[in-house]
């Protein structure tokens, strides 16, 4: 049973904004990521309000960051807007804070993922395992999707 509570928002322009109430664990990061993609195709950029959230393992982690790869190889944005102490935590150990929380670039900016690619190694935070090589890949199939490439 799910102890997770999703509500979508309109925010500022053609944002949306999901806030996230519970826990995000093996049994709900599936709903969770169904969410997040649904008002990420309906949307241009997209907001996480993760505040409230009371405990995230390494499935919620998968959730956000496929929402961020989706995002990005669609030239659309994805931040974290608010993370509750265990998420910051979560976020910071694996890295990907710096990623999550990014501010969008400038359309004169490479590509989106490429803008991705950057954001790992200008923001202090450690290299992720593969994301050069797929981002590359992506690049090169014109895929939107990261799902699309093998690791």
Known sequence: MSRLALTVTAAAGDRARVVVVGEIDLDSAA???RVLTCTLHASAALEIDLARVSF???SGLRALMDTWYRAGSRGQTVAVIDASPCVRRLLELTGTLGLLTAKAESDSDP????RHERA???SGGRSHPGLRRI???LLRQG???ADAVQD
């Open 120 to 122: 790992v190694t200008e």
């Open 31 to 33: 709903d969770l990521g």
């Open 135 to 137: 981002s590359a890949a």
């Open 143 to 145: 895929s939107d999707d």
């Open 111 to 114: 590509p989106a993922v490429v």
């Open 56 to 58: 995230c393992d390494c």
